[in-house]
């Protein structure tokens, strides 16, 4: 999948509460065209261990970091560098943004791209610094399912779903049970 390079930030992570849904949120994220996962909240260095042990089962290893102050971050990323020297664009999944549909016709495709989305409460100030505040339905619901339809729609016909040279297990689609090639057997 060619283009700029896409990122999820979750905010405000919650040790304890949040490290299912997030997981769920970054193999999301994986699996339908993100190259990065940044967490802000809590540290869980565990939760990136299982994404690792995915990538190295499944390939497409995901850059993840965790990020101490958000806030700046984000308006560093929007304002001055998105990681080579110039901003970048900053789309905001929210119940109360604009449809998604409508707005990602207008969304520049050819700078580094963060997608922010919330947690339990979200700053004020993430509205702000981003410059696109979208809404997957006007109701809320999930992060997870707010993100899977954003990138679908963001990757429309070239694709949201990866295939990852570096795999060691494939799933070979089937309409009858369970194909899945094992390259290590293979190579045996
Ligand atoms: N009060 C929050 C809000 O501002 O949307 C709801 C929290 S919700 C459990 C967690 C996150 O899911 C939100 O911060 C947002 O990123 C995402 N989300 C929930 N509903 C959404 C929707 N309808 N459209 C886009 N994103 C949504």
Known sequence: ????????LRLGYRLGRDPRITTHLALVGRALG????????????????????VASRFGG???????NAPMGWLR???????????????????????????AIPRIRRDRPMVI???????PGDVFKYCQY??????????????L??????WYGDSG??????????IIEPSANGKRVRDLDQEEE
């Not at 999948?1 to 999820?8: K, L, N, P, Q, T």
């Not at 990323?77 to 549909?101: K, N, Q």
């Not at 505040?133 to 707010?146: L, Y």
């Open 34 to 53: 993100a190259n990065r996962f940044l967490l802000a909240g809590d540290e869980d260095p565990k939760m990136f261990e299982n994404l690792d042990s």
């Open 76 to 102: 560093r990323f929007v304002e001055e560098d998105a990681g080579d020297g110039s901003p970048g664009v900053a789309v905001h999944l929210t119940m109360y943004g604009e449809p998604f549909r409508e």
């Open 160 to 169: 949201s779903v990866r295939t990852f040279d570096d795999a060691r297990l």
């Open 148 to 153: 899977a339809l954003f990138l679908d729609a």
């Open 1 to 8: 999948m060619a283009g700029e390079r896409v990122d999820v």
């Open 61 to 67: 290893g995901m850059e993840c970091e965790h990020v």
């Open 116 to 122: 922010v989305v919330g947690g339990a409460k979200v």
């Open 133 to 146: 505040n979208i809404a997957v339905g006007n109701q809320p619901h999930s992060e997870v399912a707010a």
